[in-house]
């Protein structure tokens, strides 16, 4: 079962969503496109937390 995020699941009014086969996949696919597309955003162990809330089974 492939998990999914996206950024409207954060309330980011963008429609970037990734798809990985693993939650640890998919975190390392999110820190990737977080530090290309948003490098001044500060990724808390706050931000992490709210991230991982998010993540759905698809």
Avoid at 7 to 32: F, H, M, N, S, Y
Avoid at 39 to 51: K, N, Q, R
């Amino acid at each position: 079962m492939a998990q999914t995020y996206a950024c409207r699941d954060v309330g980011a009014d963008r429609d970037w969503k990734a798809i990985e086969p693993t939650e640890d996949e998919l975190i390392a696919t999110v820190a990737a496109h977080a530090a290309k597309v948003h490098p001044e955003d500060d990724l808390t162990p706050e931000v992490w937390a709210e991230v991982r809330s998010v993540i759905k089974d698809e």
